[in-house]
């Protein structure tokens, strides 16, 4: 049994804080989810299972998939959440296609939320052990001492950081380590960044990229937001130059320029099998034809994890990158992605890292990110996977392309590919 992707849509992409400040995640998964029924026409009831993910999960609601699919899909629909960092939407999409395949499901629908707006913020420790304690406590006397010995910074309210638990490095830190250990120049990155945000700009005053996008009505006042709002039409080349480095300002080449942004948005994608697909009169844009995650040391390139998952995705497709028509990399920072690129080029990475006699390769620069990626685009990192999949399928379909390569970087040293095959 064949996994096809059949639709997909998204909300649009917009900075933490700005237009779609006020929407949670749930908020945001419910407005992709509704919309992606509503434009495909699916029957609620033909959905087996809703497959959603998040990275900065809401304490009071963890399942996120089940609070969407309680306000869109009978109620008779399980639906559950995943959760691989940056690749969680595809995690999500693998999920159902593995679900299909099977088959233990027709029709899933899988995505992704983040509302990065809407971080939680708890308590230390010691705060949380003595609130429980007072609230246990029998009497005024006991619910005061349940606080005896707090110390001043003990009250301070604590944040989820973007960086990695086991080595306390942020990614952006990782980024700019990798941009010293590669050699990766910061007049690269900032064409990179640049040419981001060229074809986002292109693609979304041509009209390709606001057609994976559904309009949002935020409310109260209901205002409109129908497009990314983080493409620069306005940057050049020494606008970028300009910008100081965050992550080592000292001897660093990160900047805000070259690296994704804070982010909010969801992603929502239709999969069915070739049977339902037929059935039920759907005309599949694409099929999932492989896929590979990996994982490495996050102590070493923490966001090098496309170049070793690609090659195993193609090896599993059986095909070689000569036979990519379009890819679609997901950009953490121009110097993961530049890092990336060297890697796949390079005889000596494939042999020492991968064991392969010839370099993993990649598909002309003109045929990476047409549209632009995540640096200019944004990037909510439970519903980027959503997009690049849509993107590339979207695209694939103008330019009659037969094979497309995806690629993203996660947290935790882990990388993600998958091989789709035009219908
Ligand atoms: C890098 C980062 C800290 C920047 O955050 P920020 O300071 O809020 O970013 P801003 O958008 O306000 O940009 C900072 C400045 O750079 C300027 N700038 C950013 N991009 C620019 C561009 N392409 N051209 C010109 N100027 C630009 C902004 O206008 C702003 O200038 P101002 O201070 O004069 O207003 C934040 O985006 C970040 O942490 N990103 C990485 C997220 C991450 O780790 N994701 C995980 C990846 S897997």
Known sequence: MRASIVAGWRTPFCKAGTALKDLTAIDLGKLAVRELIARSEIDPHEVDQLIFGTVVHNPHAPNIAREVGLATLPKSVPAFTVSRQCASANQAITSAVDLIERGYARVVIAGGAESLSHIPITVSDPLAQSLTRAAKAKSVAGRVGAFRGLRPRDLLPTQPQIAEPTTGESMGEAAERMAKENRISRQAQDEWALRSHRLAAQGTSDGRLLTEIAAVYVPPDYQVSDRDNGIRTDTSLEALAQ?????????????????????????????????????????????????????????????????????????????????????????????????????????????????????????????????????????????????????????????????????????????????????
């Open 243 to 423: 910008l100081k480095p965050v992550f080592d300002r000292k001897f660093g080449s990160v900047t805000a320029g070259s690296a994704s942004p804070i982010t909010d948005g969801a992603s929502a994608l239709l999969l069915m099998s070739d049977e339902a697909a037929g059935a039920l009169g759907y005309q599949p844009l694409g099929h999932v034809v492989s896929y590979a995650y990996t994982a490495l040391d996050p102590g070493a390139q923490l966001l090098q994890g496309p170049a070793y998952a690609a090659p195993i995705a193609l090896d599993r497709a059986g095909a070689t990158m000569e036979d990519i028509d379009l890819m679609e990399m997901h950009e953490a920072f121009a110097a993961q992605v530049l890092s990336n690129l060297q890697a796949m080029e390079s005889a000596e990475f494939a042999e020492r890292e991968l064991g392969r006699t010839k370099p993993v390769g990649h598909p002309p620069l003109e045929s990476i990110n047409v549209m632009g990626g995540s640096i200019a685009i944004g990037h909510p990192f439970a519903a980027t996977g959503g997009r690049i999949t849509m993107t590339l399928l979207n695209e694939m379909r103008r330019r009659n392309a037969g094979l497309g390569l995806i690629t993203v970087c996660a947290a935790g040293g882990m990388g993600f590919a998958m091989v789709v095959e035009a219908a």
